[in-house]
Each structure stands twice: as structure tokens, then as C-alpha cells.
């Protein structure tokens, strides 16, 4: 029976070093061999558990390779985007350069336009010519076609940044030009108007569709006394109801009827001229009208002291009577 319990036992000797003596210490077999199984055991579950949480670290990386994938393609994406934005905000630079320059070429020829526009006041305002000047326009025009060509040359971002910067200069340049003609353009315009109104007012046109003079202006012998007298104007002989025409703009002061001068008008005109229209066969304004260069005011006739259908036409300067011939000038005219 000992020697039965004996051999289900094993004994380990434990042996320190030489000084000290060797320790016997008697397990039994079962648990020798229950020892290694255990520590069998729990090295499985070790590895068990390192293998669990290797994977849940796994896992964890692979989502957060799959998050700064993401990120990434996201990233490339907000980058191509701004590349476009970039590219087209390029474009627009240039596009808006370009209308900037083509902008302000114009608003010089208008500055240019205005400056002839004083020329041409300046120069009828003390002659009171008619010719008009002729507007110098630029020989170049702008054509948004695409009939356009070129190679190939790379814009770099401090290229754009100094175009930017230009085209700003640009517009500043024009709101300074702008500002500066819509404080002259008003006063301009104003003078424009007036001179208009000196030119339109100048009494140019000759009054009656005859040509023909019959008394000049100045000293003749009268022709109902046979005395030298002063006559005050010119005499064009027409068919009677003949038509009389108001040789500037300007307004009516006088429209009414005397026993020397017939039914007769005075217009005045700008500068302080009046013209005197007399001996006609009928009114057709009223005192206080505005009547336009050309405009029909009355008809021909032979009221007053008239010999015959004539019209009677007097220029007045200053309340003075002057010689009509300088202002109107009648083509193939003739005087009898």
C-alpha cells in the first residue's frame, strides 16, 4: 500500500548554491501534471486576451485610417475646389482688368468729349459762329469675339496679386475722373445750353422765301416825300401772304399794329438783339410766345406806309438799329 502511494508521488530536489544544503520537496503526480496544465491554461487565456485586444486595437486603427481617408479625400477635394476658385477668380481678374482698362479708355474719350464740348463753347460764346468742330474719336474698338490666339504662358499668384492691385489703381483712377466731371459736366452742360441758346437766338436766317431787296439799309430818298431820309432796315418784296419767318429763336414783345409800320412783330433775341418785322398782311404769334429759328410768324403784306407786298426787316442792337445784311446772308440774292 506504501509503495503504491509512493509511486503516485514525485520529488523535487531545490538546490540553492554548494553552502547550503539541497531541499527535497514530494508532490504528488496529479498535481505535477495539474501544475503545467494550469500554466497551459492560463497562457491560452493570455494569448486569448492579447489576440482579443490586438484586434479591438486593430479595429480601432483600421477606423481611424478609414476616418483620415476620409479626411483626406475631403481635404483633396476642398483643394481641387479652391484650386478652381483660385483659377476662376483668376480669370474673373483678368476679365475685370481688362473691362477696367477698356472703362476707363472710354471715360478719357468722354473727358475728351467734354473738353472739345468747352472748346466749342469757348469759341462761340465770343463768335458765335455755327461751324461746329469735329469730335475726335479713337481709331481702336472693342470687339469681344473669338477670333483670339496666343501661347500658352502660366499666370503666377504675384502676377495676380499685382494685376489686382493695377486694376485697383484703375478704378481709383476712375472715381477720381468721375468725380471730377460730375462737378464740370453740369457747369458744362449749363454753358452748353446757353450757348445753344445764343446760337439758336442769333438772328442768321434769312426771313422770307424772296430774295429780293428793293431798299438797303441806311440813307435813301424817301420814296413818298422824295427827301433824303434814314431807313432803318431792309426791304425784301415778296407775293403778298408770302410767308415770314422768325430769323432766331427768341420771344415775342411786340405783336400789334401802327399806321407807319403796318401789322408788324419784334422778337427778342439773346445778346440784346431784337428783330422788327414789318408791313404784314397777318400776326401769327401773340406777345409773350417763344418762337424757334425758322418758325412761321406771320405772312407778307403791304399795311402801313408801304408802296407794295414787301417785308420790312430791322435788326435793333442795344436799342440801336444796325445793318441786318451781317447777320442774315441770302444766297443768290438780288437787289433791284
Do not use: C
Not at 471730377?180 to 442769333?202: D, F, R
Not at 408801304?306 to 438780288?334: C, D, M, R, W
Request: hydrophobic letters at 35%.
Amino acid at each position: 500500500m506504501k509503495s503504491a502511494t509512493a509511486n503516485r508521488r514525485m520529488t523535487l530536489l531545490v538546490m540553492r548554491d554548494a553552502q547550503h544544503s539541497v531541499k527535497q520537496i514530494h508532490l504528488s503526480k496529479p498535481l505535477m501534471m495539474a501544475v503545467p496544465a494550469a500554466a497551459v491554461l492560463s497562457l491560452s487565456g493570455l494569448v486569448l486576451a492579447l489576440q482579443a485586444h490586438s484586434s479591438q486595437v486593430i479595429s480601432q486603427l483600421e477606423q481611424k485610417v478609414n476616418i483620415e481617408n476620409t479626411r483626406n479625400l475631403q481635404l483633396q477635394s476642398s483643394v481641387n475646389s479652391r484650386e478652381q476658385s483660385i483659377e476662376r477668380l483668376q480669370n474673373e481678374i483678368i476679365k475685370l482688368s481688362s473691362q477696367a482698362k477698356d472703362m476707363q479708355q472710354k471715360m478719357e474719350h468722354v473727358d475728351e468729349l467734354e473738353q472739345q464740348l468747352q472748346q466749342f463753347i469757348d469759341k462761340h460764346t465770343t463768335s458765335m459762329s455755327t461751324d461746329v468742330s469735329e469730335n475726335k474719336a479713337s481709331s481702336l474698338s472693342w470687339d469681344a469675339s473669338e477670333h483670339v490666339g496666343g501661347e500658352y504662358i502660366a499666370v503666377h499668384e504675384n502676377e495676380m496679386l499685382d494685376l489686382a492691385q493695377e486694376t485697383k489703381d484703375d478704378f481709383q483712377e476712375m472715381q477720381e475722373l468721375l468725380k471730377t466731371m460730375e462737378s464740370q459736366v453740369p457747369h458744362t452742360l449749363k454753358k452748353a445750353q446757353e450757348t445753344q441758346k445764343q446760337i439758336a437766338g442769333n438772328p442768321t436766317l434769312w426771313p422770307t422765301a424772296s430774295k429780293v431787296l428793293t431798299s438797303s439799309f441806311g440813307y435813301r430818298t424817301d420814296p413818298f416825300t422824295g427827301k433824303a431820309a434814314f431807313h432803318a432796315g431792309i426791304d425784301i418784296a415778296g407775293e403778298n401772304g408770302g410767308p415770314v419767318f422768325a430769323a432766331g429763336a427768341g420771344q415775342v414783345v411786340t405783336s400789334e399794329e401802327s399806321g407807319a409800320r403796318g401789322r408788324y412783330i419784334i422778337i427778342e433775341h439773346p445778346g440784346g438783339l431784337q428783330t422788327w418785322y414789318m408791313h404784314l398782311s397777318k400776326i401769327q404769334v401773340n406777345v409773350g410766345d417763344s418762337v424757334d429759328k425758322g418758325e412761321q410768324i406771320g405772312q407778307l403784306g403791304s399795311t402801313g406806309r408801304s408802296t407794295g407786298p414787301h417785308l420790312h426787316f430791322q435788326v435793333v442792337k442795344q436799342n440801336k438799329p444796325v445793318n441786318p445784311l451781317p447777320y442774315i446772308q441770302a444766297a443768290n440774292s438780288e437787289y433791284n
